[in-house]
C-alpha cells in the first residue's frame, strides 16, 4: 500500500473526499494546494498519517452544527484549518505567522484591480525589499 493510498484510506474514516481513478477532485486551484502541502510536510515526516487524520477529524467535530462537511469548499475549508492547526501544533510556524500572512494576502487581494492576478507583492504594507522577496 503507498503513503496517498494510506492517506485516503484514513481519510475515508473521518470525512469521504471525492476521488476519480486517478486521485482526489479539486473544484478551486487552493485546494489542490492546501492538499498537496499536507502531503507534502507528511512525506518529510513532519507528521504522521495517523496525527493529519486526528487533526482533521477534531477540525471536523468541532464544526459540527456550525459548518458541515456538505460540500466539496466546506470540506476543502476544514482541511485548510486542519493545516493550519497541526503545522502550528508542530511548530513549523505560528498562529500569529498564519495571520500575518492571511492580512498580506487580503491587503493584496484589495489591492488588486479587479480581473488581474493577485500577488503577494502588491500587498501595499509590503517594504521594497520585502516586495523583492516575493
Not at 479539486?26 to 512525506?43: K, M, R
Not at 452544527?65 to 482541511?79: F, I, K, M, R
Request: charged fraction near 25%; proline fraction near 4%.
Amino acid at each position: 500500500m503507498s503513503n496517498h493510498d494510506e492517506l485516503y484510506e484514513q481519510l475515508e474514516r473521518v470525512a469521504p473526499i471525492s476521488r476519480c481513478e486517478d486521485g482526489p477532485i479539486f473544484n478551486e486551484p487552493w485546494q489542490a494546494h492546501a492538499f498537496a502541502l499536507t502531503v507534502a510536510l507528511h512525506e518529510q515526516g513532519h507528521f504522521s498519517w495517523a496525527e493529519w487524520a486526528a487533526c482533521f477529524s477534531g477540525v471536523i467535530e468541532d464544526a459540527k452544527g456550525t459548518s458541515p462537511v456538505d460540500s466539496q469548499e466546506s470540506y476543502y475549508l476544514h482541511w485548510l484549518a486542519a493545516l493550519e492547526a497541526i503545522v502550528a501544533k508542530k511548530n513549523l510556524t505560528s498562529r500569529a505567522a498564519l495571520t500575518d500572512r492571511y492580512e498580506a494576502w487580503e491587503r493584496a487581494t484589495l489591492a488588486t484591480p479587479h480581473g488581474q492576478q493577485i500577488f503577494l507583492e502588491n500587498d501595499p504594507a509590503l517594504s521594497e525589499a520585502e516586495r523583492h522577496e516575493h
